[in-house]
């Protein structure tokens, strides 16, 4: 009894230094500490370099400033019948059964075995019984606190990329939806000109008929019809192929027969930008990485660990009983309790190998921090100057409009008193038809850039994702 109750002081000891030891797992760095190391060429600017003035908060809900619900629908469907997102979904899920597994062994692992052999037992021992044993690592070291910790990470770094695909996917179908009505405002374009065309040919065969024209006019005018013609079948099918990319977004099959509005949506107002600083800390692929990094690190100081001892206590109890013969010990139920040690003596070097791979990649993770955080700033740069370049260009393209439409008019004018000829009328029809489909496409860029500006600034598109990326940033 002497000995088990020193047995028993003795594990009590192990127990409170193991518990203590687990205590003092170290820290994983900050975000600060990581951007230094990352990023030591990197001067982070007080202001956006692409926009002057004061930054105020980045907003959520940047889908509703377009004000557009055919669009929201859309988004929303794609949110949930997209494969990819669902495929992002289940990563999500996966990790999370990795982290249980890895904090499951904290605790103890608890096995029962029974058995039974009596007079009609296979085994014709007659030896019935219950066997219970458990066994407890402690954690002196933080081994598996570190696995844990490593597995935590991890999820939140998935959980980050998840709400980063949302956001990306958001973003992809309002350039898509955008484009498709691009596509039918250029095809309407294309119309009018075909119309134009088909009109000037027929003045030209009237000006022969009546023998004020020539031959030649009307075969350069039968060529332009053509060629209009074969510009409304290249756009249309253009069109066709934009609602079937769209339509694949959403999950649907793609037969080019999703319905878009009819026209595009002005612009909205200047977004709100932030500061460059709070980009890091708010654009979900920059969490993750971050992220990416605590883990790695973890992964680190767990490797370190696996090359110390590992204790573990043990218990079991037993209940055996024969209906054949009589056991030589009558002391039923018997319980044991004891302590397990196993130390790494000699493995080849390949416990410090371990670490030298974990460190590096921990080394990999803080290059890809470093990687996707400059992606981020430029993103942002790069979205302010194509907007500002668009809007000159827009204004730009609507004075050209105006000017080309009154040349136009007044070449057919002149063409139909004889004092121009077809081709000059034809030239300024393709002129026009180049003006018109650029402020279309200036137009619809300038919308395509703006939602490019709040995936760059990691704004949030519906209420859902708020609670995401508050998740995704513990």
Known sequence: MATDSIMIKRLSLLLIAGAVAACVTKSPPSAVDIQKEAMPHTTVPADWKGRAGGSQPVVDRWLASFNDPVLAALVDEALAYNADIRLAAARVEQAGGYVKVAGAALYPA???????GGKMGGDGSGLTGVFVSASLELDVWGRVRYGRNAAQAQYASIEADYAYARQSLAAV??????LAIESGLQKGVAQDM???SDELLRLSQE?????AGDESAVVDARANSSTFRDTLRQVDYSRDQALRALELLLGRYP?????????????PAPAPLGLPSELLERRPDVVAAERRVAAAFDRVEEAKAARLPRISLTASGSNVSSELFVLKDHDNPVWSLGANLVAPLYQGGALQAQVEIRSSEQKLAV???????????SDVEGALSAEGALRDRDAILVDNVKNVQRALDLSQIQYKVGKADLRTVGQRQLALYAARTSQIHVRSEQLAQRVN??????GSFEASDKAADKTATR
């Open 207 to 211: 000006r022969l008929r009546v023998g």
């Open 255 to 267: 037969s080019a027969e999703v319905a878009v509005a009819p026209q595009l949506v002005s612009v």
């Open 453 to 458: 500006l709040y995936l760059a600034l990691g």
């Open 367 to 377: 290059a890809d921090y470093a990687r996707i955080a400059q992606r981020a700033f």
């Open 173 to 178: 179908v309002a350039k898509s939806y955008f």
């Open 194 to 196: 075909v119309k134009a």
């Open 110 to 116: 608890v096995n029962m075995l029974a058995h039974g």
